[in-house]
């Protein structure tokens, strides 16, 4: 993969970032603005190529905010959740965009004594999750009319309040993964059914039988699948990888994938395709750059390529959001540059996982044939396709 020109989207200590793409070459980014009080603040990104612009800044908490959690609702639209530091209360508003014009709701109260803000994830174009620790953890639905939102009764969803975080996988369902602390720290899930705001929790399904990190919610491949990443703690705190799948009420899972052999921190993903995500992490193996790698998946099997370096300064609250299957979007702050937030586009530059092992060095494979009936075939290897009988014929 390659990256564009790393590009300023605000020039202070910019920490809590949540980015979501509203489609293919834009996306709407919320950040704590150190330079303006700590105020919430979002901005909306423009991607030609592989170069960003940004418009201007709009605020949508007036007091010190903190763990804001965004997701889209349109291509015009999309909701934030966060905490208000003033009172501790947990919030949650519509941002509407006109051009790269962001207007606001009215924000709206779903938890008076809040900790932590987890996880937002829409459910439909007027519904979404919310999941946040309190004394347990625990989830409530909003319902959205115009930019006004409504919230249910929240539901605990177990007796436990640590790294809960929740994704979901259609209108009706989602997955909520977290790090069980009355079962030895083990990486666990549940599958919870929405009925209008009412949820129902399924029952643990244990997805690592060991000490596991979480700091992110699952990814959806579809209304069935999910891939969840987490750090190993039992295993020098290697990034591993693993495919969920549902069936009915039921959650099974294929077998576990390393993608950084040394320790990881800040790991985050986002789906490219139903058979492609990128992960981002913090590289204990190379200085802790910022560090990007596709996986690709067959079945509930996953095969990682060669992982690429966006950031070699420290940075932090790094966040990523697929904007189609070969380009996305990740948002930081820059430690390298006064904590500057900062913006950077990653491409797929080659089919992700055609690279050979030549002397312990991954090396891209750019081109390749195939015999066929004792022909030799040419193989392009940007676009996957072979070609058989002058017809290009996708690669599986």
């Known amino acids: 993969m390659t990256f564009g020109t790393k590009k300023v989207f605000n020039s202070s200590t910019s920490y809590y970032t949540s980015t979501v793409y509203l489609d293919s ?24 190529g592989t170069t960003i612009t940004y418009g201007t800044a709009k605020v949508f908490s007036f007091v010190s905010s903190r763990d804001f959690c965004i997701d889209r ?4 639209s999309f909701v934030i959740g966060y905490i208000d530091q003033a009172s501790n209360i947990g919030k949650a508003v519509v941002g509407t965009i006109s051009g790269t014009t962001i207007t606001y709701g009215t924000a709206k109260v779903f938890n008076s004594t809040l900790s932590y803000l987890n996880s937002i994830s829409v459910l439909d174009s007027t519904h979404f999750v919310l999941t946040y620790s309190e004394t347990y953890s625990t989830a409530i639905i909003g319902t959205i009319s115009g930019t006004t939102i409504l ?9 436990y309040s640590n790294s809960t975080y929740s994704k979901a996988l259609d209108s009706t369902h989602f997955v909520t993964i977290y790090k069980d602390g009355d079962n030895l720290d083990y ?27 979480i700091s992110n919610p699952p990814t959806k491949l579809s209304s069935t699948s999910f891939v969840v990443v987490y750090r190993d703690n039992d295993d020098e705190q290697h990034g591993k990888a693993i495919i969920g799948t549902v069936s009915g009420t039921t959650i099974t899972y294929g077998t576990t994938k390393e993608f950084c052999n040394a320790a990881i921190a800040y790991q985050e993903i986002t789906t490219l395709s139903s058979t492609s995500f990128v992960v ?3 590289d204990g193996g190379n200085t802790y750059d910022g560090t990007a790698i596709i996986g690709t998946i067959s079945g509930t099997s996953i095969l990682f390529g060669t992982s690429s370096a966006f950031e070699t300064n420290n ?9 189609d299957s070969t380009n996305f979007i990740i948002n930081y702050s820059n430690g ?5 937030g900062t913006g950077v586009v990653g491409k797929l530059s080659t089919f992700p996982y055609m690279r050979i092992n030549i002397g312990d060095t991954w ?3 750019t081109a390749i044939q195939i015999n066929i009936g004792d022909t030799w075939k040419d193989a392009d290897m940007t676009n996957s396709k072979i070609n058989i009988g002058d017809t290009w014929k996708t690669l599986a």
């Open 25 to 48: 070459t834009h996306f709407v980014v919320a950040y704590t603005d150190y330079g303006n009080n700590e105020y919430g603040t979002a901005i909306v990104g423009t991607i030609s």
């Open 73 to 76: 609702l349109s291509s015009t």
């Open 151 to 159: 919230f249910g009764t929240a539901k605990v969803l177990f007796n």
């Open 187 to 213: 990486g666990t899930s549940r599958l919870c059914t929405v009925s209008g705001t009412n949820i129902s929790v399924g029952a643990a399904k244990i997805f690592y039988s060991g000490d596991s990190s």
């Open 280 to 282: 981002i992490y913090r």
């Open 315 to 323: 940075y932090s609250y790094a966040t990523v959001s697929a904007l």
């Open 336 to 340: 390298g540059n006064s904590g500057y």
């Open 363 to 365: 090396k891209t494979v």
